[in-house]
T-cell receptor, first 117, second 111 residues
């Protein structure tokens, strides 16, 4: 069974800090995604990656960056955390290999609840 | 601006069939429509996906009309454990091939 592991379930940081959220998947998936989930807004895509060192902006990339140095690991970086980045962050992965992005089921981690004080 | 629309919440009783509809315009021609289920403190979990007409698996059915402007997730004979939030996911290309989740439908199943 696919396992997507996010490094922390809960994280508290201060405004202006650089924050790293880590995600690891164990199924050799090509695609990896970062979402944020807010009440009333559902899930919104921040960034995704379809291969090592490749990245694409999602709906709300402002204030975030990502890194994918190895196939199994996808990191989300808040360069200078702000209070409006307090949210639940979800990582996902899916099989790729040239298939259309929406055609492979995504497998999600259980999320990191990030609070910026 | 293209987006998806789902009911915010629905109530049902055990044993009933529940239908949740997601409206979506300008979706990509070749991409599937996918539905996910999410329990509190967990990530979403894949339920079903389809391209058109009807798809059925062991937990749900998915109905997609020919124009693909909507999709309906059907849960037969729900139980208390089906209480969750349900999301549709589509690809909308007039926003640059963006994956768009619906805002989610909170289903509450009562005894």
């Amino acid at each position: 069974d696919v396992k997507v592991t996010q490094s922390s379930r809960y994280l508290v940081k201060r405004t202006g800090e650089k924050v790293f959220l880590e995600c690891v998947q164990d199924m050799d998936h090509e695609n990896m995604f970062w979402y944020r989930q807010d009440p009333g807004l559902g899930l919104r895509l921040i960034y995704f990656s379809y291969d090592v060192k490749m990245k694409e902006k999602g709906d709300i990339p402002e204030g975030y960056s990502v890194s994918r140095e190895k196939k199994e690991r996808f990191s989300l970086i808040l360069e200078s955390a702000s209070t409006n980045q307090t949210s639940m962050y979800l990582c996902a992965s899916s099989f790729g290999q040239g298939d259309l992005l929406g055609n492979q089921p995504q497998h999600f981690g259980d999320g990191t609840r990030l609070s910026i004080l | 601006l293209a987006k998806t629309t789902q009911p915010i919440s629905m109530d049902s009783y055990e044993g009933q069939e529940v239908n949740i509809t997601c409206s979506h315009n300008n979706i990509a021609t070749n991409d599937y429509i996918t539905w996910y289920q999410q329990f509190p403190s967990q990530g979403p979990r894949f339920i079903i996906q389809g391209y058109k007409t009807k798809v059925t698996n062991e937990v749900a059915s998915l109905f997609i009309p020919a124009d693909r402007k909507s999709s309906t997730l059907s849960l037969p004979r729900v139980s208390l454990s089906d209480t969750a939030v349900y999301y549709c996911l589509v690809v909308i290309y007039n926003q640059g091939g963006k994956l768009i989740f619906g805002q989610g439908t909170e289903l509450s199943v009562k005894p």
